[in-house]
C-alpha cells in the first residue's frame, strides 16, 4: 500500500492509497472533525482512542467486500472494529480501521447531489459509529444509528445525510 498521511491528530491516521482522492484539499482536516464529532456522541475524544483510515479505490475495496462480506462488488466504506483491548503505541485504545472507495463515494454523492466532503463526512461518522459498536441489522438499531449520524452532522452544521440536498445549500466550514 502505497501510503500517504495526510492528518497526524492526535491517534487519527489518515491515508491516501487511491488516485482520485488525491485532486480534493483539506480532506485530513474534514476527515478529522467528521470523526471527532461521531466519539463525541460516546464522550469519546482523539486523546482516548486510536483509529486509522484508508481512502482507497474500487478495486481495493471490491476485493475487500468479497473477503469479508461475501459481496464482490465496491462498497462505499467498511469497518474493521479492532479486538477489545488493543493499543496504539502510546497506549490509547485502537478503535480499528475504515477505508473508502473514492469512485462509489464520489458517485453516490453526485447522484444524492451532494458535495463529495460532505458525503465522505457522513459516511465517516457512520464508519466511526460502526468502530463503536453500533450496526444497522435491526430496524430499532438503524433508527439509533441514523440518529446519531444526523446529531453529529447537525453539530458539524451540515445537512441531514437522509434528506435529498443540493450540493449548492451545503456550507463544509474550513
Given at each position: 500500500m502505497s501510503d500517504s498521511d495526510i492528518s497526524g491528530?492526535?491517534?487519527?491516521?489518515?491515508?491516501?492509497?487511491?488516485?482520485?482522492?488525491?485532486?480534493?484539499?483539506?480532506?485530513?482536516?474534514?476527515i478529522t472533525r467528521s470523526f471527532e464529532a461521531a466519539i463525541a456522541l460516546e464522550?469519546?475524544?482523539?486523546?482516548?482512542?486510536?483509529?486509522?483510515?484508508?481512502?482507497?479505490?474500487?478495486?481495493?475495496?471490491a476485493q475487500l467486500n468479497d473477503q469479508w462480506r461475501s459481496?464482490?462488488?465496491?462498497?462505499?466504506?467498511?469497518?474493521?472494529?479492532?479486538?477489545e483491548?488493543?493499543?496504539?503505541e502510546s497506549g490509547k485504545n485502537y478503535l480499528g480501521d475504515m477505508i473508502l472507495a473514492y469512485g462509489v463515494v464520489a458517485s453516490e454523492a453526485g447522484e444524492q447531489g451532494k458535495a463529495l466532503e460532505t458525503h465522505l463526512c457522513h459516511l465517516v461518522i457512520h464508519g466511526a459509529l460502526h468502530l463503536l459498536?453500533?450496526?444497522?441489522?435491526?430496524?430499532?438499531?438503524?433508527?439509533?444509528?441514523?440518529?446519531?449520524e444526523r446529531t453529529a452532522m447537525k453539530t458539524l452544521n451540515l445537512p441531514?445525510?437522509?434528506?435529498?440536498?443540493?450540493?449548492?445549500?451545503?456550507n463544509i466550514e474550513r
Open positions: 491528530s492526535g491517534e487519527l491516521e489518515v491515508k491516501i492509497d487511491g488516485d482520485g482522492w488525491k485532486q480534493h484539499c483539506d480532506l485530513g482536516k474534514t464522550n469519546l475524544s482523539l486523546a482516548d482512542i486510536g483509529v486509522t483510515i484508508v481512502l482507497s479505490d474500487d478495486a481495493t475495496l459481496k464482490p462488488k465496491p462498497t462505499n466504506i467498511l469497518s474493521f472494529p479492532a479486538p483491548g488493543e493499543k496504539t459498536g453500533f450496526d444497522h441489522l435491526e430496524d430499532d438499531a438503524a433508527r439509533q444509528m441514523e440518529k446519531l441531514d445525510p437522509y434528506l435529498p440536498t443540493s450540493a449548492k445549500q451545503e
